[in-house]
């Protein structure tokens, strides 16, 4: 190291840890300093942009509380300043903590010590480099092991952190996941080192999803299988592991472990029945016939039956019945001891029967008849033994400034006197078994209030004592802190109270309550209507919240980002999304305009009205402009939607100058042509004259400023930029090299930070980009003034800015615009979310991809642009139910068949034998004139179609019953009255009623087929496609 005397000290800046999860990067690493509020803990991250620095030859600790760390400035390494960037940007996002930051400095400090800081920067090195510190850990982990005194020497926990803070190293400066990076040496955790784990195995399972479910391309190994039940739920069953008799969990060592730990096995234990046994287990996983929370219960008894060593009782009937028999007093004995809830019992002995049920292949009712069945008893006086009354006393809530400090919660009740419906029994969640858990008791009932006196739980006391002192002072609002406790008993019903205590127990429990809420959400609004609104679901997650942030001490801003957030109305919905034709279309409509009005600017000759612009093979009316005001157009912008006569007095023929003539065909037309329209004819006529039909210095100026705004949408749906990025966009200079196939040009993102950003744009956009910057000098040339270096600018020619050069932003982007009645639409969102969403499609979703692929952050893509279903939903709604918003009974002769096809194209809502557009035709026997349009874009239209059918089977009864009953939901969601109801919605319903009808009619076999269709509708087992349709609404659009 250079002299000490070159040491001097940084000015620094400070930042914040765990802020802002949407944090950029920080522009001065060198100097920044990351603190922890909270516990006012302080980092000085900048130091380690320094190769030289006091740290590495003082001894200090990397987190002393100090913010005066010396360095040798000249020793500023830039590949360093940058991983040090990426470190801080983690730390505010709070995903690295002063714990791990802490690691991550000392392993920097290691590296710096030993003169490797080279070795971090390319792949093979870091690999070297990684293998070499972990040799190192152990060497210092087995002088630990010699010698407890050791001061050079560190225990297994703190060198595993300290590898991990390697892990995190190499992550940060090039880019290889701590995944992939613990590969390459040897993990140093209790698993490889503890003798305790070397006399088990491990398995690498294989997961299955419930989402998917049975596969059909493979055989299930039950050996190495565990089940995912994503996306309902966060948790999986490990059943590979009960294929094993000898098994970690078993021990009273391996229940202590971690999870890891748990499902280690000894290979040599596997047994042949017991794999058949859980092969039937994973198939009623997978198929949903044994939901998460029951196959939870299913490994419990497992677990038991082996550690009884009673697993050879399960294959033969005359040695399973003693076994239900003792397990049943094992129960009834447990429920003596209050060792075990009735609730449980029941739950456990159901399950035992489902176990033996398997084993031996005979139905679980007579498997019942084996030994006395536990039932929940409603007559309460049976439980008095077991729940009883406690006395309790009464605190007032938001009555003092200060709540005292000896409050007994196991006995105490909190009163709102002005709002008696909140009135919290407090003491009851103290107890971990309560009556109200028990289901067939009601919650408003006294028995509800009984509680199990040998269930107190000391955590859950301190718990409750926080939360009734947070009641008293008025810090909780009543209602939040009744939200609270309701939540309490689903919590302690699932077992799962003891993740209140642990954070990331709590993280689970979160994404697991949250994903509860959603499916319940769902529930309300099939079948019978069993749950609640997404209203009600909002409030219960924030109770959860308020609830973890009271156990764990988390703040709400981080409980939050656990798991996604609901919301209970529709606000900030996105804008319609434009479809992939559309988009093509709007682009060639807005090239179309900028070509024509651009080089009608630039010619050198004086332009002869009237500019024409063909836009009639793209599906709409030419544009013909013989000036600015004058066109064939009947709207564009505000004005001209009253000039319905110009299209008959310019068109591409020219002008018309005989009046009479003019007011001939305006007649014929039925398009008024009054006195004051006379006037506006004559006056457009002097016009013209005068300028001997040629086009002004003022429309040309409008057609300028026209053609760079329709060059802002073209870049916008090039690129995917939004319109603020048009006033940053550099157009001093032509597009800069090519980079992976695409030009690119800098943009500075306006509104956060002026920071640069690179958006891309196809090569064949050169051309664009070339007439545009031959546009802008003109304009430049016009004004007598220079462009700004940023931004598309156009030539106001009116107000304060009039004949200057001002920066182009969203709110002048459309004004003025000539654009064809029925074109797409002109809202700036719609270009950058029509390549965005093109681009979610063609990656499979994958939201980190394409945030950098379009210059964003991944939470803007998935918040502003993540809607694929929801607006794909509304485009087809709206194109379907306009379609049907006219027709009624449309039936008016013949005799119902069933449209059954043995071949066609599948569509949303069956199949599709048309060729071609031409060979849509009604069906017979309907009013036609009243009928929807048979429009192929609009699924719902189809039933209506002769070339529409369904084939013989299952899947296509079940599709349209799936419509049918989608429709139902629309009609109650958006109907405000039955007659709009009828209107809209019958007619469709109508004719699938009348196709099934007459399919069941067919055969034995097609009514069995429409039964158990029906059955699955009633279930809410709706069609995929149109169970997206559901849930997307649901996700966003108020269903309470």
């Known amino acids: 190291m250079s002299g000490l005397s070159q040491l001097k000290p940084i000015q620094t800046e400070e930042v914040l840890a765990a802020s802002d999860i949407e944090a950029e990067k920080p522009k001065n690493p060198e100097s920044t300093v990351v603190i922890w509020p909270k516990s006012e803990r302080t980092f000085p991250a900048f130091q380690y942009c320094y190769l030289e620095r006091e740290a590495l030859s003082n001894g200090k600790l990397p987190h002393e509380k100090t913010r005066n760390f010396l360095v040798i400035t000249e020793s500023l390494c830039p590949q360093r300043r940058d991983l040090v960037a990426t470190w801080i940007q983690e730390m505010v996002r709070g995903r690295c903590s002063i714990n791990r930051a802490i690691h991550i400095g000392q392993a920097l400090t290691w590296i710096d010590q030993n003169k490797l800081e080279n070795f971090l920067f390319v792949e093979e090195d870091a690999k070297c480099l990684y293998r070499h510190y972990t040799s190192h850990l152990i060497q210092l982990v087995k002088e630990k092991e010699g010698d407890l005194n050791s001061v050079d020497g560190i225990n297994l926990i703190h060198a595993g952190n300290l590898q991990r803070g390697m892990q995190s190293i190499i992550e940060y400066s090039i880019g290889i996941s701590r995944r992939e990076t613990r590969k390459w040496a040897t993990i140093l955790s209790r698993s490889n080192f503890d003798p305790w784990y070397a006399q088990f195995d491990t398995v690498e399972p294989i997961e299955l999803s419930v989402e998917c479910g049975i596969p059909k391309d493979s055989e299930i190994t039950p050996e190495n299988t565990r089940v995912a039940f994503k996306p309902t739920y966060s948790g999986s069953i490990n059943a590979f592991k009960f294929c094993y008799l000898d098994r970690a969990s078993l021990t009273s060592v391996g229940r202590g472990r971690s999870n890891q730990a748990q499902v280690r096995v000894r290979l040599s234990s596997i047994s042949k029945q017991r794999c058949r046994l859980v092969l039937l287990w994973v198939k009623d996983m997978l198929t949903r016939s044994k939901s998460l929370d029951k196959s939870n219960t299913v490994c419990v008894l497992f677990d038991w039956i082996d550690r009884a060593k009673r697993d050879s009782d399960l294959y033969e009937k005359s040695r399973s019945q003693p076994l239900y028999q003792d397990f049943t007093a094992h129960l009834n004995d447990a429920i003596s001891d209050n060792a075990l809830s009735l609730g449980q019992a029941v739950k456990w002995q159901a399950e035992m029967r489902y176990i033996l049920s398997l084993s031996n292949n005979i139905p679980a009712s007579e498997i019942e008849e084996w030994a006395a069945k536990i039932t929940l008893q409603i007559e309460y006086s049976n439980l008095d033994n077991a729940y009883v009354e406690v006395e309790t006393y009464e605190l007032i809530g938001d009555s003092e400034d200060k709540a005292p400090n000896d409050v007994v919660p196991e006995q105490a009740v909190v009163n709102y006197p002005l709002q008696p419906s909140y009135k919290i029994r407090a003491y009851k969640f103290c107890y971990l078994d309560r009556a109200s858990l028990i289901p067939d008791v009601s919650p408003s009932s006294a028995f509800a209030r009984r509680v199990n006196p040998a269930s107190l739980c000391p955590k859950r006391c301190k718990l409750m004592a926080r939360l009734i002192r947070l009641a008293i002072n008025g810090t909780l609002v009543p209602y939040r802190a009744y939200r609270i406790v309701s939540i309490m008993d689903w919590i302690d019903a699932k077992g799962r109270g003891e993740d209140l205590h642990s954070v990331d127990d709590a993280k689970r429990l979160y994404a697991d309550f949250t994903q509860y809420l959603l499916h319940m959400a769902r529930l309300s609004q099939v079948g019978d209507k069993k749950g609640f609104g997404l209203s009600t679901a909002c409030h219960k997650q924030e109770a959860m919240a308020d609830l973890i942030k009271l156990s764990t001490n988390v703040p709400l801003s981080t409980v939050r980002t656990w798991a996604t957030q609901l919301t209970r109305n529709a606000q900030d919905l996105p804008q319609p999304r434009l479809t992939e034709n559309d988009a093509k279309t709007a682009y060639h409509l807005h090239s179309r305009f900028f070509w024509g009005y651009s080089q009608l600017v630039l010619s050198d000759h004086a332009a002869a009205a009237p500019l024409k612009i063909q836009l009639s093979d793209l599906g709409y009316e030419d544009f013909v402009a013989f000036n600015h005001n004058v066109t064939s157009y009947t709207k564009y912008g505000a004005r001209g939607a009253e000039k319905n006569w110009r299209n008959v007095a310019f068109s591409e023929a020219g002008f018309d100058d005989d009046i009479q003539s003019v007011a001939r065909k305006t007649k014929a037309q039925g398009i008024c042509f009054d006195a004051n329209q006379r006037e506006n004819y004559r006056a457009s006529q002097r016009v013209l004259v005068v300028n001997n039909f040629q086009l002004g210095e003022w429309t040309i100026r409008h057609f300028a400023n026209r053609a760079i705004k329709h060059f802002g949408y073209m870049l916008m749906f090039a690129s995917g930029c939004n319109a603020d990025h048009l006033s940053g966009i550099d157009c001093q200079k032509g597009l800069l090299p090519k980079e992976d196939g695409a030009n690119r040009m800098i943009a500075f993102k306006g509104r956060v930070k002026n920071e640069l950003q690179k958006v891309t744009v196809p090569s ?250 029906s059955r699955s509708i009633e279930k809410g087992d709706l069609d995929p496609f149109w169970l997206a349709q559901v849930n997307s609404l649901l996700d966003a659009i108020e269903v309470s």
Request: proline share 5%; with cysteine.
């Open 764 to 1013: 064949a956009f050169q051309k664009d980009w070339r007439q545009m910057i031959r546009l802008r000098e003109w304009m430049s040339s016009y004004c007598d003034q220079d462009a700004p270096k940023f931004g598309l600018c156009y030539v106001p020619l009116r107000g304060i800015n009039k004949n200057k050069l001002v920066k182009l932003d969203d709110r002048t982007l459309k004004d003025s615009l000539a654009w064809p009645e029925n074109g797409p639409s002109l809202v700036s969102r719609t270009p950058r979310k029509s390549k965005i969403q093109r681009v979610l499609e063609i990656s499979g979703g994958d939201i980190g991809l394409v945030a950098g692929m379009v210059s964003n952050k991944p939470n803007t893509i998935r918040k502003h642009y993540g809607f694929k279903t929801f607006e794909d939903s509304a485009k087809q709604l709206s194109q379907f139910f306009t379609a049907l918003k006219t027709s009624a009974s449309l039936r008016v002769s013949g005799k119902v068949k069933p449209p059954i096809v043995s071949s066609g194209e599948k569509i949303p809502t069956g199949k599709c034998v048309a060729k071609t557009e031409d060979d849509r035709r009604y069906i017979d026997g309907i009013d036609e004139v009243r009928a929807p349009e048979l429009t192929c874009g609009a699924p719902l239209a189809c039933f209506f179609c002769k070339s529409f059918g369904i084939f013989n089977n299952y899947e296509d009864i079940h599709r349209i019953l799936s419509v049918a009953a989608y429709i139902k939901f629309q009609s109650i969601q958006k109907s405000q009255a039955l007659e709009i109801h009828g209107e809209k919605f019958l007619p469709i319903v109508a004719r699938i009623e009348e196709i099934v009808e007459a399919f069941k009619k067919r055969s034995k076999a097609a009514k069995e087929i429409v039964q158990r269709s």
